[in-house]
């Protein structure tokens, strides 16, 4: 839509400028997550993914001390590496000047050869037909078992009026992919860029993708929002795990698992629910009373331990509420703490906005799912 040329001297004049167009590099651990997975606090919950690489004339703009084009790829390729030791079937779509072309698989994830397959992402061409791409995808994901993510990275530049990235092309695209594949496929977007109008294309692709998550290139720049970003897109928390079979007589067992759904009830009325302000995490003067009831069952119940759920409502974006649901769960825990309990006793996990009690999008459900959750567990 623009001069190519020109983006092309503007972009190597700043590379020039500030002697080199690579993105800002930030340490990381690209195996970071496999501790997780070894340890059982996460499972594999995605087999299949596909990367669109948006290779269009917008992405040359220049941004940072490099270009759109040169921090997505950097992104992507911090993603890629980031991805836990997991069996996966992958693939690696551009798209750009009305085509799109399978660069990479889809074959079985190689991190080497994935990132290899990268290469030819230099410039920026043309219009951007990510329609294409995502009907690309669902020809490459035909045969496919199991759950599968799209992952557009794109600076979702949008014009009204111009015959080029509109929603009127994109979402019917959207439309058939979850119609061929159902809740078995989620969409997740990288924004790269500042586009002020890339709502407008990512907010009804998340809507009609109704699984997935919409994040900004620059949110990912920290070891911790890649990984749980990565984590989003490919792992989960375990189911918990069935009770052990009771080798008793069945009148027994029935008095027994009576027993224990009481127990379970007089456990969960004693450990209710705090609530925090929006955007806080700050122990409220109501639920500090709350504590202290907890803080006295704990030391009658020697012989339990609690996990403290940080649960956010669903305004912002993923990174940020999994960050902030840490925090309410660890502030709750360091009062929990200052009440004399033994910190030994108290575990914390962040759900940011995956696990609201209440589906509603108003303030009164809000209000509901801003909290920390107790989960007791009595020790072996």
């Known amino acids: 839509m623009r001069s190519r040329g020109l983006r092309i001297l503007l972009a190597v004049f700043l590379c020039l400028l500030f002697a080199g167009c690579a993105a800002k590099k930030v340490a990381f651990s690209p195996d970071s997550l496999d501790g997780q ?22 992405m040359d703009d220049p941004y940072g001390k490099s270009t ?27 798209f750009y000047n009305d085509k799109t072309t399978l660069l990479y698989g889809m074959t079985a994830f190689d991190k080497k050869a994935f990132v290899d397959g990268m290469s030819t992402l230099q410039w920026g061409s043309g219009p951007t037909p990510m329609e294409k791409a995502i009907d690309g995808a669902a020809i490459d994901l035909q045969g496919k078992t199991g759950n599968s993510a799209v992952i557009i990275v794109s600076d979702f530049e949008n014009i009204p009026g111009v015959d080029d990235l509109q929603p009127e092309k994109v979402i019917p695209a959207v439309a058939r992919l979850k119609a061929q594949y159902g809740d078995r496929v989620c969409i997740y977007t990288i924004q790269v860029g500042k586009y ?17 998550a919409s994040v900004n290139a620059d949110d990912l720049a920290s070891q911790a929002a890649m990984d749980a970003f990565v984590a989003n897109i490919f792992l989960t928390t375990p189911p918990p795990p069935p009770p052990p079979a009771a080798a008793a007589p069945a009148e027994v067992v029935q008095v027994q698992e009576a027993k224990a759904e009481a127990a379970a009830a007089v456990v969960a009325a004693e450990l209710e629910n705090i609530h925090f302000d929006f955007d806080k995490s700050a122990i409220r003067t109501p639920d500090r009373e709350i504590l202290k009831r907890h803080a006295d069952w704990l030391m009658k119940n020697k012989d339990y331990t609690v996990l403290v759920e940080g649960n956010c409502d669903e305004r912002g974006s993923t990174e940020y509420n999994l960050a902030l649901g840490e925090r309410r769960a660890m502030e709750t825990k360091k009062y929990l703490v200052g009440l004399g309990i033994d910190e030994k006793l108290i575990k914390t996990i962040s759900y940011g906005a995956e696990r609201p009690l209440d589906p509603g999008h108003n303030e009164a459900a809000w209000a509901k799912n801003r909290r920390a959750q107790f989960v007791p567990s009595q020790n072996k």
Do not use: H, W, Y
């Open 37 to 58: 997975l070894k340890s059982g606090k996460l499972i594999q919950k995605t087999d299949n993914f596909v990367v669109l690489f948006d290779k269009s004339s917008s």
């Open 196 to 212: 002020p109008r890339a709502s407008g294309m990512v907010d009804p692709i998340m809507k009609e993708a109704k699984c997935g």
């Open 68 to 94: 759109e084009l040169g921090l997505a790829r950097e992104v992507t390729k911090r993603m890629v590496e980031t991805i836990p030791d997991i069996k996966l079937t992958a693939g690696l779509r551009d």
